[in-house]
């Protein structure tokens, strides 16, 4: 058995097998749906909890993205044969191409630039630290070796604390915690840089805030924001859900420790050094449209046809123009819906609508929402149309940018056509995920987390609040959504 939040008693396990359509069909070929004789909260599971379940999927996971890359640890990282052997990562490209194995660390060496943010940049020197001690004699490529290997350990260790952490935050739902242990984007994409550490700062964050704990939760965000932008964002839902609510003193409190725990991170480097500090703003701003953007494909497009292409100022305009009619539409939404949305899948509109506006994207920025999805839309036949656009997308852009970037042989590389298809993939699964959750937004009673009355777990102080304020002529009760007959089980 399971505990409900708000103190409202006991709920039962949500057992996928049982309870997802899609889903039950393809467990048929391993004994089909969990049976009585293994139901959860009435028999022992002795070794097998569903914790330690959820760890051995992680496990497993791990291994197989490290099978992934294999072949440049074994060949070596060099382009543009790391594009086609499709195991392409920022940890060894930086540690060479950023002097981090000649002993230059990131925001601690004076004058050093280097285009993340402050705490991801302390990570990396870090670990560039870290292996300077244990093999400073070694040849860099060695040293590049290692410096992979301890991020893979660290960044494996990050993935399986989110995977718990979203059991955690599932309620009822545990086993939907498993769609953040094997989702195969993490599976390809987690060892390309450093966002792991930004979702399991996010993710954290949202467990402090399901817990009524706001100041811990804005701290968490405020460091994951010094890692990536994007956990920033999740502010917005709680601001909404604040406006809605009438309780301000949430989204205060978040605010306030985003604040204090960002401004505690990069205000020592802002005073050191104002130049390395500020030089991943300037990049960010100055930079073109990034590889698999909209924006890049409408440029090359352009560029093809013999048409203007947009420049960098008029991306950055209409980047942040489109994100803000996005975050304005989100608002409306949540004061005009008859219910008041979850946070999940506020969080969850925000983060992807400002993945799909943004100028950049890069394959590992799927790995923002699996947490998200996992806890706004836990339907598995989503899951897998949404994935499975990534990971066109990420079989594509290696080989588009082998022959972009590297002037690879021509037999090995993808044209614009081709790859512009993917890019669409991607964006039109991303966005297909973002429909489904609107859709359950205006008609609550399809919403899989709140079957048998359950409002929120993750609103914390928003859990069962009263509305006080909407877009509607005059509030009304909100009505409790229960279970068809049916229902989960």
């Known amino acids: 058995m399971t505990s409900g939040t708000g103190g409202r008693g006991p709920y039962r396990i949500s057992i996928p097998s049982r309870s997802d359509a899609f889903l039950r069909p393809l467990v048929e070929g391993i004994g089909g749906p969990l049976g009585r004789h293994a139901d959860p909260g009435r028999v022992s599971a002795r070794w097998f909890t569903l914790q330690r379940v959820l760890i051995l999927f992680t496990v497993c996971s791990a291994v197989l993205a490290a099978v992934a890359k294999n072949p440049c640890r074994v060949g070596g990282w060099s382009s543009p044969d790391h594009f086609y052997r499709a195991c392409y990562s920022d940890w060894p490209e930086l540690y060479q191409s950023r002097g981090l194995g000649e002993g230059v660390l990131p925001f601690i060496t004076p004058g050093a630039l280097f285009e993340y943010p402050v705490l991801l940049g302390l990570l990396a020197s870090a670990t560039a630290f870290i292996v300077d001690a244990v093999a400073g004699g070694a040849e860099i490529q060695s040293k590049a070796l290692l410096f992979f290997d301890l991020n893979m350990v660290l960044v494996a260790g990050v993935w399986l604390l989110t995977v718990l952490v979203t059991l955690r935050l599932a309620s009822r739902r545990p086993w939907d915690a498993a769609i953040v242990a094997t989702a195969p984007v993490i599976i390809l994409s987690g060892s390309i840089n450093w966002d792991l550490w930004a979702v399991l700062l996010a993710t954290a964050g949202m467990l402090a805030f399901a817990r009524d704990r706001p100041v811990l939760a804005g701290i968490l965000w405020g460091l994951g924001t010094a890692v990536k932008l994007y956990p920033v964002l999740l502010l917005g839902a709680v601001l909404v859900l604040s406006l809605r ?177 993917a890019v669409m993939a991607h964006i039109l699964g991303m966005a297909y995920v973002m429909a489904v959750v609107v859709s359950e937004i205006l008609a609550p009673r399809q919403d899989l987390v709140r079957r048998i009355g359950i409002d929120d777990p993750h609103g914390g102080l928003f859990d069962d609040a009263p509305d006080r304020f909407t877009l509607h002529s005059r509030l009304r009760p909100r009505k409790a959504v229960r279970a068809g007959p049916l229902g989960e089980r």
């Open 245 to 421: 609510s009438g309780r301000y003193r949430p989204f205060l409190a978040a605010l306030a420790g985003t604040a204090g725990a960002w401004l505690v991170v990069n205000v020592p480097f802002l005073l050191r050094d104002p130049e390395g500090w500020g030089y991943f703003l300037t990049f960010s701003e100055t930079r073109d449209a990034g590889f698999s953007s909209g924006w890049y494909v409408y440029n090359a497009l352009a560029r093809q046809a013999d048409v203007a292409a947009l420049s960098p100022a008029a991306v950055n305009i209409g980047a942040v123009g489109i994100f803000g009619l996005a975050c304005a539409g989100v608002a409306v939404l949540t004061l005009r819906a008859e219910r008041r949305p979850r946070l999940a899948q506020l969080a969850l509109l925000i983060v992807g609508a400002f993945i799909l506006c943004n100028k950049v994207y890069s394959p590992q920025y799927a790995l923002w929402l699996v947490p998200l999805v996992a806890l706004a839309v836990p339907r598995w036949r989503v899951v897998f149309v949404w994935q499975l656009g990534e990971v066109l997308h990420w079989w594509a852009v290696w080989l588009y940018l082998g022959g972009m970037t590297s002037g690879g042989a021509p037999e090995h590389n993808l044209g614009l056509g081709v790859y512009a298809w």
